[in-house]
């Protein structure tokens, strides 16, 4: 016990709008040595792990939101009701945003660190998020990563993936950057359409990640 690497792993900061192929690269990702974490995940458990955002969310958008367990102790937050509020309110967007940003942020630290004391600890992790230049999050991110896909394609993958109507894909597209917006400020972005090949992208991008910048 005790052996307590120095180095942290550096950070691939993976991004994309909804429907793009984020989970997917990651899932690629892990399986050629990277493993990844994704702060849509995080955001999901952020509210059964933190009891004081959810009475917070109670107290500003009704005791209604919360989900209990069958002794009537809030356990969880409908964030499907949540979302219906918060995306049709930018400013309830951002309070939401701000109260929930740091918490995801130190899951993320607190997963990097565990990953220094793994048996192979690795040199790059995954950092998966829709909103990663939105949230500055990329200032954080040794190279980041974009994945592009056609709207149509994109649309058509969450409504089979999440079975939601294609307007409801429409409005959290619209909440996000461009893919124009974020290509722009990627370091790297691969095209995950129908007609593309998604592993020699992954395969070159793996191969030129740097190497000297410890
Ligand atoms: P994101 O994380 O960017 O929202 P996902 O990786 O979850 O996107 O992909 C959305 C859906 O589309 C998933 O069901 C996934 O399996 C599927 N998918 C991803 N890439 C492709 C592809 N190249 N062709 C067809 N379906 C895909």
Known sequence: ????????????????GIGSGKSTVRRVLA??????W?????????YRNHPDLRRWVADTWGADLLIRDDAGHDVDVDRGALGHIV??????????????????AAAFATWRLAQTQREAPPTWVVREAAILFESGTDRDCTVTLNVEAPESERIERVV?????AREAVRHRMNQ??????RRGRADWTLHNGMRDELLPQIEAFLE????DTL
């Open 38 to 46: 994704s702060a849509d995940d995080a955001g999901r458990a952020v």
């Open 160 to 164: 089979r993936r999440d079975g939601v």
């Open 176 to 181: 996000q950057w461009t893919d124009l917006q």
């Open 1 to 16: 016990m005790g052996e307590f690497p120095t180095t942290h792993p550096r950070i691939i900061g993976l991004t994309g």
């Open 87 to 104: 995306f049709q309110n930018p400013a309830a967007l951002a309070a939401l945003s701000k109260r929930i940003h740091p918490l995801v």
């Open 208 to 211: 030129g990640l740097p190497v």
């Open 31 to 36: 399986a050629f040595g990277v493993p990844g």
